[in-house]
């Protein structure tokens, strides 16, 4: 657990309550340097001034919500852009996580949390890294999870046409 100490986390919530647990947490998982903000706004800032590594964001607050916060984050033009983030959500409707996929949310945490759920999207984001994707109306970790090695419909990417090539 030592080589957790060393990160830098966010946790964005507005229900103070949430933001003591999941702390905890990743307290008790090694987490030494936390940060904590009530809303997206509030949280930004704090990105912009801290070197976080990685972000946990509710996606219902006042102010500033989680949604807006990524596309806030997946628009700058620094490093902070590529910066993991984990979308905390009560609504797990297939509308919502759609949405947030598509403004570049890393993972996902369906609320009601656990101890177990909330370390094992952090370690899905380090031990799994997923590329970023900038295309013209995209910027986020790639949004393809698995390959399908039987796929033989259009190819949408040149990366696609390059792999096809190679077969």
Do not use: W
Request: proline letters at 4%; charged letters at 25%; one cysteine or more.
């Amino acid at each position: 657990m030592e080589e957790l100490a060393a990160l830098r986390i966010l946790v964005i919530d507005d229900n103070e309550q949430m933001r003591t647990i999941i702390g905890a947490v990743l307290g008790g998982a090694g987490i030494r340097q936390l940060f904590y903000a009530p809303d997206g706004r509030r949280g930004f800032e704090v990105v912009s001034q801290a070197g976080i590594d990685a972000v946990y964001v509710d996606q219902e607050m006042p102010v500033m919500n989680g949604l807006d916060f990524i596309s806030a984050v997946r628009g700058l033009q620094s490093a902070d852009r590529y910066m993991p983030i984990i979308m905390l959500t009560g609504h797990s409707d297939h509308c919502r996580l759609a949405g947030a996929r598509d403004r570049g949310v890393t993972e996902f945490l369906c609320k009601p949390v656990t101890a177990n759920t909330i370390v094992n999207r952090l370690n899905a984001i380090i031990m799994n890294p997923r590329p970023f994707v900038l295309a013209n109306n995209y910027f986020g970790p790639n949004r393809r999870r698995r390959r399908q090695s039987d796929y033989r419909g259009e190819l949408r990417r040149a990366s696609d046409q390059v792999e096809a090539l190679e077969l």
